[in-house]
């Protein structure tokens, strides 16, 4: 029987981990797939570009919801959805990730009666100031179905009181996606561009409001950067939230004396990860930036005090330092002096968790 299947995106990480996704539904016959973008990032560097290196269709819908506080984006995204869905009758709405694009369509969805999926189900960091702890606990009590990427996700939902015959272990999509297409990122201009050669320069981003959002934790983080930028080059291309804040606390200043931070506009998925893949370590508070190192094997120095993804760090090549000065600074130049940072592929991590997922989705309601 043919099933109709609705996607909500909204977000950088979101397109990255909806692309073989919707390359799976497509091979389908069971399945007619709908595109829905929200529109909580629009410029083109943080969507457009992504759509075309990782060849995503154009969405069908775009809210077009913009920017605003999270309450407001949430309730935006709500009643624009509805009418979505009153208009396409889906039989399962489909979400990826932890964002505020993420829950909203869900709990649309499910006030609908209409099913959903939620993909990256289960990752806990256990601190509710973060949004996306929120919006991750909160999509999983309205799911279906329950895709999750690592051990740890299955034991916090059985924790929770999750039945267990919803949960999936299936792998992890955004590496389906990092896979995909690390040979193809290698012929990114990017390295040249730049003037980088591979292992002689560090790779940064920052977004987190945690960290960007208070003045004095972003005066704190720049002076780190400060200190690790007289020992190696440092590549940061900022993220919008970041470059707002660094505006409204008139920081550039700050940046301009650090001759070593390089900061670019925030950049393409195969050109990131063609800057990720050959720098001798990166620097984040992004989340999926932990797991894709971990895959590529590149220390990552996690500027967070937590993890939601442990197995990155218990397996990986995460090195979670907390957001202490000293910390950090000592953990780059240990790697920058050549101590080896190992770790191993985390199970299923093999770029097959669309299929796994789209396997499932036809076997229980095609
Ligand atoms: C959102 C997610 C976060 C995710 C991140 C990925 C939530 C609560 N947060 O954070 O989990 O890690 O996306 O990158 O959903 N802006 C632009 N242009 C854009 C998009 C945003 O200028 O295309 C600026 C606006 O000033 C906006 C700010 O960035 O107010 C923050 O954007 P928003 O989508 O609210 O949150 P992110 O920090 O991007
Ligand atoms: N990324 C990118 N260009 C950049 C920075 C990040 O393509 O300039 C990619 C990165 O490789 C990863 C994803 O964006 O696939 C992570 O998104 P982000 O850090 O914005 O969100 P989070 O994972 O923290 O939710």
Redesign the pocket.
């Known amino acids: 029987m043919q099933f109709k299947v609705l996607s909500v995106v909204g ?3 979101n397109f990255i981990k909806i692309a073989p996704l919707v390359k799976e539904t497509k091979k389908r016959k069971e399945i007619r797939h709908v595109l829905v973008h929200t529109g ?4 083109k560097a ?2 457009k570009l992504f759509f075309d290196d990782l060849e995503i269709p154009k969405p069908d819908v775009n809210l077009g919801v913009g ?1 605003s506080s ?1 309450v407001t ?1 949430t309730a935006k995204i709500m009643m624009k959805f509805e009418k979505v869905l009153m208009k396409e009758k889906p039989n399962l709405v489909i979400v990826v990730g ?4 993420t829950f909203a369509a869900a709990i649309t969805a499910r006030k609908c009666g209409i099913k959903v999926a939620h993909v990256e189900s289960g990752l806990r960091s256990f601190d509710l100031s973060m ?2 702890e929120t ?1 991750r606990i909160l999509t999983d009590h309205i799911s279906d179905f329950l895709f999750t990427t690592e051990e740890s996700a299955n034991k916090n939902l059985i924790n929770e009181g999750i039945d267990k015959n919803n949960i999936y272990f299936v792998g992890n999509v955004m590496i389906d996606t990092l896979l995909k297409h690390k040979e193809k990122a290698q012929k990114s201009p990017i390295l040249k561009k730049l003037n980088l050669k591979k292992g002689n320069y560090a790779a940064l981003t920052l ?1 987190r ?1 945690s960290n960007v959002d208070d003045e004095d934790s972003l005066k704190y983080i720049l002076s780190i950067l400060d200190a690790i930028q007289r020992k190696i080059k440092i590549i940061f291309p900022m ?3 970041t470059l ?1 804040n660094i505006k409204k606390f008139n920081l550039f200043q700050n940046l301009k004396n650090q001759k070593n931070l390089i900061i670019t506009e925030p950049l393409g998925y195969l050109d990131f990860l063609s800057l990720m893949s050959n720098s001798k370590f990166i620097m984040t508070d ?2 999926g930036i932990q797991e894709e190192t971990t895959v590529l094997g590149i220390p990552c120095i996690t500027l967070r005090n937590n993890t939601e993804r442990p197995v990155t760090v218990e397996q990986g090549t995460n090195l979670l330092v907390s957001t202490d000065k000293s910390k950090i600074i000592q953990t780059a130049n240990k790697i920058i002096n050549g101590i080896d940072v190992k770790g191993k592929i985390p199970k299923l991590w093999d770029g097959k968790a669309a299929e796994r997922i789209v396997n499932i989705l036809v076997s229980r309601l095609g």
């Open positions: 977000t950088r990480p909580q990032h629009y410029d943080m969507s920017s999270d984006q932890d964002v505020n694009s949004p996306e919006n977004h409001p993220h919008p939230r707002k992004s989340g």
